[in-house]
């Protein structure tokens, strides 16, 4: 590649035929014994043009080697550093309670803040892994339930995980929950300027607004399973498979949804929660790539 701008400076020296025929050192010493007849004329106007074609085939030289670089196609190198694009699905990290709604609280762990932090974290590495990631909240705001549903349920390939911090259970375990339709919803307050959920009953063929998990729900015990699977070998003592339990963010998600629980809030500090994202994050990225195709798992 680099020999083409030496080839190129040759072109140029013969597109002036004779430029090497009279040195330019000889033709300056008739020039200083002065001009008198028609040759030395013809001498000085052939050094100018040989003086100015030099000058240009130098300018024209020295703009080769950029001129090239940047017209020359990537080579494979510089396509290995070309991000890959994310062809995995959105993840929507749903950090639970915020604002009047505490969540669980130890001595000096509340479980809205540290299930925030975590979130942040998880959603950073997740990111690194090259996923495009939504948060339900980054602040101590506290969406109502159907809010939180309707950002997951904004795209067409995502999937949904809620945060929490436990009350109880060994601290440094995990576990990962699906929900189950078959009980009675528990009330729950929808804040003010929620979706309102579409109760239409006498239409059966529209899916009630608190059942629209249902017909995901087989897909959501997979990646729950999945997930748990990847956090029973990150963290010792938990169980090795998912728990199916009424969970009333998870009801309104219209797409693969689960919620993941971290014990707890009796730890003195919240460092071995927090400390808990980035093998989270990972067993969501594995558990993604699990559950899809070979060809469409994920960025990786
Ligand atoms: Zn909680």
Not at 2 to 8: D, I, V
Not at 132 to 139: A, E, F, I, P, Q
Request: with cysteine; charged share 15%.
């Amino acid at each position: 590649m680099f020999l083409q701008p030496e080839s190129r400076m040759r072109s140029k020296r013969q597109a002036f035929p004779g430029a090497e025929m009279r040195p330019i050192e000889k033709c300056s010493s008739s020039l200083a014994a002065v001009c008198r007849d028609i040759s030395d004329i013809l001498c000085a106007v052939r050094n100018s043009l040989l003086v100015v074609s030099l000058v240009v085939a130098a300018a024209v030289f020295a703009s080769q080697p950029t001129s090239i670089a940047a017209q020359a196609p990537p080579g494979p190198a510089a396509e290995s550093t070309q991000p890959s694009a994310p062809a995995g699905p959105v993840v929507v990290l749903d950090p639970a309670h915020g604002g009047t709604d505490a969540g669980a609280r130890g001595e000096t762990i509340v479980e809205k803040d540290v299930a925030l932090q975590i979130a942040r974290s998880v959603r950073a590495e997740l990111e690194r892994h090259g996923y495009r990631v939504v948060m339900t909240r980054n602040d101590d705001s506290n969406p109502s339930y159907d809010d939180r549903a309707a950002v997951a349920n904004a795209y067409h390939d995502v999937i949904f995980v809620s945060l929490h911090v436990a009350s109880t259970g060994a601290p440094g375990t995990v576990r990962t929950y699906y929900t189950q339709l078959a009980t009675p919803i528990t009330s729950a307050p929808v804040a003010a300027g929620a979706i309102a959920p579409p109760p239409n009953p006498s239409s059966p063929g529209l899916l009630q607004w608190e059942e629209a998990q249902r017909p995901y729900l087989n897909a959501s015990h997979r990646l729950a399973d999945l997930i748990q699977g990847e956090l029973a070998q990150a963290f010792s003592g938990s169980p090795s498979v998912s728990t199916g339990v009424p969970v009333r963010v998870l009801r309104s998600v219209t797409a693969p949804a689960v919620a993941v629980e971290i014990s707890s809030v009796s730890t003195p500090t919240p460092d071995l929660l927090t400390a808990s994202a980035a093998p989270l994050a990972d067993a969501i990225a594995l558990a993604i790539a699990a559950s899809r195709p070979a060809n469409s798992g994920g960025p990786r």
